[in-house]
């Protein structure tokens, strides 16, 4: 990185444009979910999913107890 610096002199920019031109320089390796890592996602998932309904329900009850008072 070093001997880039001292190519480009000190211009950020231009910096970052050769480092993204090297080889591997953006290289990513995609890693494969076995079945029982997935089922963990999935099913923290649906707990989330559950969790922000009930958060929604309770937030609308309040509202609506709420509007109730007031009107």
């Known amino acids: 990185m070093n001997q880039l610096r001292n190519i480009v002199e000190s211009d950020e920019t231009e910096l970052l444009k050769i480092a993204v031109r090297l080889p591997e320089a953006l290289k990513t390796e995609r890693e494969e979910l076995d079945e ?4 963990l ?3 923290a998932i649906d707990e989330t ?3 922000i309904k009930l958060y929604r329900t309770d937030e609308g009850k309040v509202l609506y107890d709420d509007f109730i008072f007031r009107i």
């Open 36 to 39: 029982e890592e997935w089922e």
């Open 41 to 43: 996602i999935l099913t």
């Open 49 to 51: 999913v559950q969790k």
